[in-house]
């Protein structure tokens, strides 16, 4: 079984990162792109004697406490085959 | 509109990011995780003037050149809404 985990900065944190690469590309010649935030996944394979839920509710809470920092960040989990 | 590009290392390239992660889970009591590998995703918002045919042309032109380097990773472009 496959799991993917996407993790991002609340809308409320500034994201640096992005707003770099938001000017980079203005200055590369794309002046329309009006936004750009950063994210990371995590592809996750869970090997086969694991339940589905059981899988979806590992993942759920590794996402919480590991994954992510809940403070500044959310994530989503996409449980895949 | 918006753009989503998801970039990962190529399944060839070794992935000692997401490696480490599986060892820490693995140390943390889920046996069950056998594999995880680490990507990086860009949401980008393309100004309204900009016709949905050009929005991909250009998103597809930074994946490929600014956002990715197609040496050792592969990317996704996703045009949404």
């Given at each position: 079984m496959?799991?993917?985990?996407f993790?991002?900065?609340?809308?409320t944190?500034?994201?640096?990162q992005?707003?770099?690469?938001?000017?980079?590309l203005?200055?590369?010649?794309?002046?329309?792109?009006?936004?750009?935030?950063?994210?990371?996944?995590?592809?996750?394979?869970?090997?086969?004697?694991?339940?589905?839920?059981?899988?979806?509710?590992?993942?759920?809470?590794?996402?919480?406490?590991?994954?992510?920092?809940?403070?500044?960040?959310?994530?989503?989990?996409?449980?895949?085959?």
């Open positions: 496959k799991a993917r985990v993790v991002s900065l609340k809308s944190v500034l994201d640096p992005g707003q770099t690469v938001r000017a980079a203005n200055g590369l010649g794309y002046p329309g792109i009006s936004d750009v935030r950063q994210g990371k996944f995590f592809d996750i394979a869970i090997a086969g004697g694991v339940a589905r839920e059981q899988a979806r509710k590992d993942v759920e809470t590794i996402a919480h406490e590991v994954l992510a920092n809940p403070v500044i960040e959310e994530y989503r989990v996409e449980i895949l085959d």
